[in-house]
């Protein structure tokens, strides 16, 4: 018979199973832990040990969770913010992974979203617009930057849409909304 194991031991497991799903912020190995109703200092002592060695490192996780999000599901830096925050990430380590983000290709990311949306919308150019832009907004895009790729998605498209396109003031509908925020 085995003889039982020590509380670090069970914890050191508990990390690795949780390991193996996916990569992991410390925070939430910890949140793990105690709910596994693991001691204080031995949570810290385990997951200080696993930082030491490089087994859970922030600002790597941060970096891929940054990458993959944006490319896999277009999420803005806003949206990607709030992830990372939720999933116990540093605030100074996130703003370094979302560093790695810029404008330029959040913008072009925006645009190849509205693209691809734009292939099967249906409706008033003007019930498009809203669509679009309202579905940026829900990915974290900022007002300005959402509302320029859908005008300017809208302006390539045809002639109905372009008219419409060009009776849009981007500047002005993202003072709006940055108003309407305040």
Not at 78 to 91: H, S
Not at 107 to 124: E, H, M, P, Q, Y
Not at 145 to 155: F, G, N, Q, S, Y
Request: glycine fraction near 4%; charge should be negative.
């Amino acid at each position: 018979m085995e003889p039982p194991k020590s509380e670090s031991e069970v914890a050191r497991e508990i990390c690795l199973r949780q390991l193996a799903v996916r990569p992991r912020t410390r925070a939430e190995l910890a949140k793990v832990l105690v709910r596994k109703e693991i001691s204080e200092e031995v949570i810290a002592e385990v997951l200080d040990r696993y930082d030491e060695v490089g087994i859970i490192d922030d600002a790597a996780f941060a970096r891929a969770w940054v990458s993959s999000r944006h490319q896999g599901r277009g999420l803005a830096r806003r949206a990607l913010a709030n992830e990372l925050r939720q999933r116990g990430v540093d605030a100074e380590v996130a703003g370094e992974a979302l560093e790695t983000l810029d404008e330029d290709e959040e913008a072009a990311t925006a645009r190849a979203l509205v693209d691809r949306k734009l292939r099967t919308a249906t409706g008033t150019p003007d019930q498009v617009f809203r669509r679009l832009v309202g579905m940026l907004a829900r990915k974290g895009y900022p007002a300005g930057v959402a509302i320029r790729a859908v005008k300017d998605a809208l302006a390539a498209r045809d002639a109905e849409a372009a008219e419409f396109a060009d009776q849009i003031d981007a500047d002005a509908m993202a003072d709006q909304e940055n108003d309407s925020l305040s």
